[in-house]
Every structure is written in structure tokens, then in C-alpha cells.
């Protein structure tokens, strides 16, 4: 009987460090979606009242917390039953993201965007619902390719590789971007220390403080435009790394323009059908 309880502890042992092994290739696959993933919701958790950015941005990690517990069961199914459907759904997935970029694009580049941006961030819930959205498409990214790396192992290694990255990215990812919107109250803090400080020390707490504080406006106003580069990124590299007509089309192109140009292209094209519906129901 104790021979059996050694077993199962080594069988523990052996399946924990697989795990520890598959996960550490899994997050470098999905690093650079991550990297996508953290700027898009730094812009989309940035932008409301001092007072409102963390109960904002709660909302939104609870809704990405959501988003997981939905995914990861019809993740594991589709993958033992459907494999056939993961494409297509991240196909419809790349559209939406695209088409948000480009709605983005436009925005910056018609006359008086800056006043209506203002505006836009007053209504918190829309946002808010935006963000959810948004984070619903990464998160289904993220999970397929951590999915694909530990495809060939078994069930149980894969339930936990797959279920930890995605907690992980959640975790991390509005970890980060809480530290980012919550940078000037870091900045004035400092600046507060140093008035109970003397000489060098209270001239660096001062300068540093200073230097968070008016670096804050600046890094909302860069999270906008990083942001929108990523959704088109991530859209566009699905369509790329999916379909492989487009991939050999725009294999000339250099570094990431043929995903930024390809998410670019259809969320222009999905832009205007919408549009032409909207023009043409309005008619009838």
C-alpha cells in the first residue's frame, strides 16, 4: 500500500513538471498576443476619473475571468470533438478585432476626434462592455495557442497547462496595466515623500514624482494608438497565419505589415458593409 502511495506521488510529481515544462513553451507562443492583449486594455481601462480607474478596471478583469471560464471548457471539446471549428472561430474572431481597429482609425483621423473622445469616456459602461468584448476575442487566441503547443499530450497535461496560462494572462496582464493607470498617484506619492525628506534623496523622490506624473497623460494618449495597432496586429495575423494565399501574397512585405495591413484591409471592408447595411435599412 505505501509502494501505491509513492507511485501516485511520483505520477503527481512527473505530471507537475510537465506541466511546469509545457507551460513555459506555451507562454513564450503566446507571448506576443500578451503583448497585444496588455496594450489594447490599458487603453480601453485608461481614460475615466482618478476615482473610477480601478473600479473600472475590476470590472473588466472580472469579466476577463468570465470570459476564461466560458472558453476553456468549449476549448477542450472542440479540441477532442471539433477541431475543424477553432479556424472559422478565429477567423470571426480576427473580423471583429479588425473591424474595431479600423473603427479606431477613423475615429483618430476625422476632425474634431478629440472632443468626442472626451465624451466617449464619460460613458464607462459602454467601455467597459467594449473592453469585455475585446478581451473575449484575445483571450480565445491566447487559449488556441496554448492549446496547439500541448496537443499531443495528454488530457490532464493539457486541461492544466491551457487553464493556467489563461489564468496567468488575466492575472498578469491587468496586474500590469493597473500599475500603468494608477502611475500619477504613484508620481504625486512620491512627490509627498519627498517634502519629509532633505537634500538628495527628497531632489530624486521630487524629480521622479514629477516625471510619473506628467509622463501619465502622454503614455494614456500612446495606449490609444499602441491599442489599436494591436487589435488590427492581432486580427490581421490570424488572417495571415490562417489563410495561406493571403500568407504567400504578402510574403514580400517586411517585420509585422503584412498582419497590419491585412487586419487593416478587412476592417475597412467590414467598416463599409456596415455602413451600406446601415444606409440601406435606414432607406427601408
Avoid at 469579466?63 to 471539433?82: D, E, M, W, Y
Avoid at 471583429?96 to 473622445?117: D, F, I, T
Wanted: cysteine-free; overall charge neutral; charged content about 15%.
Amino acid at each position: 500500500m505505501t509502494g501505491g502511495f509513492f507511485a501516485i506521488l511520483d505520477d503527481i510529481a512527473a505530471l507537475l513538471d510537465d506541466t511546469a515544462v509545457m507551460s513555459k513553451v506555451a507562454a513564450k507562443k503566446v507571448g506576443g498576443v500578451l503583448g497585444d492583449d496588455l496594450a489594447v486594455n490599458a487603453e480601453q481601462a485608461s481614460g475615466h476619473a482618478s476615482a473610477r480607474e480601478l473600479p473600472v478596471l475590476w470590472a473588466i478583469t472580472k469579466g476577463s475571468f468570465r470570459n476564461k471560464a466560458i472558453i476553456l471548457p468549449i476549448a477542450f471539446l472542440l479540441s477532442a470533438f471539433a477541431p475543424w471549428a477553432i479556424v472559422p472561430i478565429l477567423m470571426l474572431g480576427a473580423a471583429y478585432l479588425s473591424y474595431e481597429g479600423a473603427e479606431k482609425v477613423l475615429e483618430y483621423l476625422r476632425p474634431g476626434h478629440h472632443g468626442e473622445e472626451q465624451k466617449g469616456a464619460v460613458d464607462e459602461a459602454v467601455k467597459i462592455k467594449s473592453a469585455i468584448r475585446t478581451d473575449f476575442i484575445l483571450s480565445i487566441e491566447i487559449i488556441v495557442i496554448a492549446l496547439g503547443v500541448v496537443a499531443g499530450e495528454a488530457l490532464t497535461t493539457q486541461i492544466l497547462v491551457v487553464t493556467l496560462i489563461a489564468l496567468l494572462a488575466t492575472v498578469g496582464v491587468y496586474g500590469i496595466v493597473a500599475l500603468m493607470v494608477r502611475m500619477d498617484d504613484m508620481g504625486f506619492a512620491l512627490v509627498g515623500f519627498s517634502q519629509t525628506s532633505t537634500g538628495t534623496k527628497a531632489a530624486v523622490l521630487k524629480r521622479s514624482g514629477l516625471l510619473l506624473v506628467q509622463a501619465m497623460p502622454k503614455l494614456i494618449k500612446a495606449l490609444g494608438y499602441i491599442g489599436t495597432v494591436a487589435m488590427l496586429l492581432v486580427g490581421g495575423g490570424i488572417f495571415v497565419h490562417h489563410l495561406e494565399w493571403l500568407h504567400h501574397a504578402l510574403a514580400f512585405m517586411p517585420f509585422v505589415l503584412p498582419e497590419l495591413v491585412s487586419g487593416l484591409a478587412a476592417g475597412m471592408l467590414l467598416v463599409a458593409l456596415v455602413l451600406l447595411w446601415e444606409r440601406l435599412t435606414q432607406r427601408n
